[in-house]
Antibody, heavy 118, light 107 residues
Framework: QVQLVESGGALVKPGGSLRLSCVVS????????MSWIRQAPGKGLEWVSY????????YYADSVEGRFTISRDNVKNSLYLQMNDLRDDDTAVYYC???????????WGQGTLVTVSS | DIQMTQSPSSLSASVGDRVSLTCRAS??????LHWYQQKRGAAPKLLIY???KLQSGVPSRFSGSGSGTDFNLTISSLQSEDFATYYC?????????FGQGTKVEIK
């Protein structure tokens, strides 16, 4: 079955960096766009970033543009999110998601918590 | 950005009730509207894509309708496992945006 497993969440100080990973299984990774979507504690959902199959097309929300970098390794069936210059308002559960269509998230990981605090 | 507004913000209902949730877009989005269910402490789950298409494995008591700016998610007979928060999401243009959610609670 389709599985997405995130890792890398941690407590980090403002201005710090973190790299999230998502390893997938149960489907052909090279057939799908992939995304990161986040949810601040007690809040709604925000689409952070997505990447095309070959990696040539990427999108970032304005709130993370210039600070976050999405990438993928199609050999390792893995998706990544490099997060630099972290701010308090980046605190959230970060979900890795497979894109159906693309344009909607048809499978989600369990999420990894990133906490930015001094 | 396209703003997505869901109503109501919360509702109380009983098992067996027919429930309808609304999502309104700030501009036309054709049928590029998707619905998710999120239970407490869990990741969201896709229920409906492109306004009315039922995701594989989702019970047929869930249905979606609408186009343009106004959309509905209907649960024909509410079950105990349906108590959750429901989000709509548009993909007509980037940024892809979500509604603020409707929480369905037990009466």
């Amino acid at each position: 079955q389709v599985q997405l497993v995130e890792s890398g969440g941690a407590l980090v100080k403002p201005g710090g960096s973190l790299r999230l990973s998502c390893v997938v299984s149960g489907f052909t990774f090279t057939g799908y766009y992939m995304s990161w979507i986040r949810q601040a504690p007690g809040k709604g959902l925000e689409w952070v970033s997505y990447i095309s199959i070959g990696g040539s097309t990427v999108y970032y929300a304005d709130s993370v543009e210039g600070r976050f970098t999405i990438s993928r390794d199609n050999v390792k069936n893995s998706l990544y999110l490099q997060m630099n210059d972290l701010r308090d308002d980046d605190t959230a559960v970060y979900y890795c998601a497979r894109e159906g269509g693309p344009n909607w998230a048809d499978h989600w990981g369990q999420g990894t918590l990133v906490t930015v605090s001094s | 950005d396209i703003q997505m507004t869901q109503s109501p913000s919360s509702l109380s209902a009983s098992v067996g009730d027919r429930v309808s949730l609304t999502c309104r877009a700030s501009q036309t989005i054709n049928i590029h509207l998707h619905w998710y269910q999120q239970k407490r402490g869990a990741a969201p789950k896709l229920l409906i894509y492109e306004a009315s298409k039922l995701q594989s494995g989702v019970p047929s008591r869930f249905s979606g309708s609408g186009s343009g700016t106004d959309f509905n998610l209907t649960i024909s007979s509410l079950q105990s496992e349906d108590f959750a928060t429901y989000y709509c999401q548009q993909s007509y243009i980037t940024p892809r945006t979500f509604g603020q959610g409707t929480k369905v609670e037990i009466k």
